[in-house]
């Protein structure tokens, strides 16, 4: 198919299924249990029709794969806050970014991939920033983008690419898993359920994969990689950051949820 | 007499100490964007070697480029795998032909090469300013750039952050080898059980940290919005004007010899 017939076609499909969608959304009762899947899904359809004009600009084919990153941040702005946004929670990133930024840098000195810069075989802050996130929301999420930013930024310098690429992909990724795991299953960090431990097995390749999207995407409009590696660095990624993600993360939220929950710092919501 | 900054002392005599917080932001951003957007090999070489001058009129030894002389070859070996073993950049000549049906021409490692300069373009305009930054550079040059105070908070707390986590680190790390854990010995699947086990008190240790913190915040009456009144004071100076129009003007001429074809790369369009 030639790249225009491309565009039009992948253009006319997201332009049918936003209008089904945006339909479904106001048929809904205000109190019904998927409005807010709905909000999400309008979302995704909102950005991958703007990802698909950016892929275009770029002439960039696969770009469009990379609609899955973004969109889910959607819900957050949608999400109203019940209670007031405090110093509390600025507290909350600082710390959390000034952790996760000492273990990225463990992480890149004492288990970095050949060949990959700046990069790490097991990203230790992600079991890290990923129970922080569920605990304590978008602020602990916040803190581990700031985090990988200082930590890669250390070995790989201060620069866009960084920034664009493992930064806010380190922002995407807990917030993927946080929208499914408390948003969609309604489930409990705790993991006392099947369900929870279902949610968490699910969330976390989920946003892993998400994440891996968005930074080779980044890595190809930045011209580090071409096309053929994009699936081997998405692939591995996703393998890697999941990895870490379970053996940390796991019997962190399974031993110290139950202490999180009665901390005044604990965030029930996204945002409050 | 010299200054500490992020990365090394600083002789006071350099020019780049007298350089406006923000302005050293600002400059970061925009030669970082030069380089996104430049596509061409020779003025993207004409840059780097006029970022290593300016390493020399600001006093910083060019040898501290070579502290990212490992990331700077993984880097390359990361561009020339990619665009050698997976692209099919068509030219004149062609080398080599895989049997999976990429190949290499002289477009091919031209463009390799115009990557790899565009990467350490970033590299050394970052390591540059870094290099002649402070911790109170970077929390006061977000407040002169009027962003939120909340994310020159954020970002004050995660430095100072950094430095605890390290202590709190070897304090848990000490208490555990005296009670008969060994991180040195063991096959690495046990390592890494160790190393894994000092997750939990550290993550216990973060949330007292952010309890105990936002109380402290919380005491001292600071609050997200309001005027504010800071310590240290920051004035722009006739050379801060001078340097930012400079750079506005660089920024400018970029974006336009980037859109009328000289800035582009000399191998498109493809020539098939």
């Known amino acids: 198919m030639e790249y225009g017939q491309f565009f039009i076609v992948g253009l006319v499909i997201q332009a049918v299924l936003l209008c089904v969608i945006v339909l479904l959304h106001s048929a809904m009762r205000k109190d019904h249990p998927y409005r807010g899947f709905m909000k999400v899904l309008i979302g995704i359809l909102l950005l991958s029709l703007f990802w698909l004009l950016i892929s275009f600009i770029w002439q960039l084919k696969e770009g469009w794969i990379s609609l899955l990153a973004l969109p889910f941040l959607c819900s957050v702005v949608t999400e109203a806050p019940k209670k007031r946004v405090t110093p509390m929670h600025l507290v909350i990133t600082g710390i959390t970014a000034g952790v996760c930024a000492v273990l990225a840098l463990f992480a890149i000195i004492f288990i970095p991939i050949p060949g990959l810069p700046a990069a790490s075989g097991f990203w230790i802050p992600a079991g890290f920033y990923f129970v922080f996130t569920l605990w304590f929301g978008v602020w602990g999420a916040l803190g581990g983008h700031i985090a990988t930013w200082l930590g890669m930024s250390y070995f790989a310098g201060f620069t866009l690419h960084v920034w664009a690429d493992g930064a806010v992909g380190d922002f995407i990724a807990p917030m993927v898993c946080l929208l499914l795991f408390k948003k969609l299953f309604r489930a409990d960090p705790e993991l006392k359920t099947r369900k929870d431990w279902v949610a968490w097995i699910i969330s976390v390749p989920i946003a892993s994969l998400t994440c891996g999207l968005w930074v080779h995407t980044v890595n190809l409009l930045f011209g580090v990689i071409t096309w053929p590696f994009w699936w081997v660095g998405v692939v591995t990624y996703f393998l890697g950051d999941s990895a870490a993600v379970f053996i940390v993360g796991t019997p962190l939220l399974k031993t110290l949820s139950k202490y999180a929950k009665t901390a005044p710092v604990y965030v029930k919501g996204i945002l409050t | ?272």
């Open chain 2, 1 to 272: 007499m010299s200054t500490r900054t992020l990365f090394l002392h600083l002789p006071k005599e350099s020019p780049m100490t007298k350089l406006h917080p923000s302005l050293k932001l600002i400059t970061l951003i925009i030669i970082n964007l030069i380089a996104w957007i430049m596509e061409a090999p020779v003025p993207l070489l004409i840059l780097v070697s006029s970022i290593i001058l300016c390493f020399k009129i600001a006093m910083i030894p060019v040898r501290r480029i070579m502290r990212f002389f490992r990331f700077i070859l993984l880097i390359v070996q990361a561009v020339l795998i990619s665009y050698l073993l997976g692209s099919k950049i068509p030219g004149e000549s062609v080398y080599i032909t895989f049997p999976w049906g990429t190949y290499i021409s002289e477009t091919t490692l031209l463009y390799a090469f115009t990557m790899i300069l565009r990467f350490l373009a970033m590299l050394f305009a970052s390591t540059l300013l870094l290099a002649t930054m402070t911790e109170r550079d970077i929390v006061y040059g977000l407040i002169y750039l009027h962003l939120p105070y909340s994310l020159s908070f954020v970002v004050s707390l995660a430095f100072k952050t950094m430095g605890v986590f390290i202590d709190d680190f070897i304090k848990v790390r000490d208490a555990m080898t005296l009670r008969g854990v060994s991180f040195d010995k063991g096959s690495l699947l046990e390592r890494a059980k160790n190393y894994a086990s000092l997750g939990v008190p550290l993550a216990v240790l973060s949330i007292r940290r952010m309890i105990e913190s936002s109380y402290v915040v919380a005491m001292r009456g600071l609050t997200l919005g309001g005027r504010r009144t800071y310590f240290h004071e920051y004035k722009f100076k006739i050379y801060d004007l001078l340097l930012l129009v400079f750079l506005g003007v660089l920024l400018a001429i970029t974006l336009l010899l980037k859109w009328t074809g000289p800035l582009s790369f000399p191998g498109w369009p493809l020539r098939r």
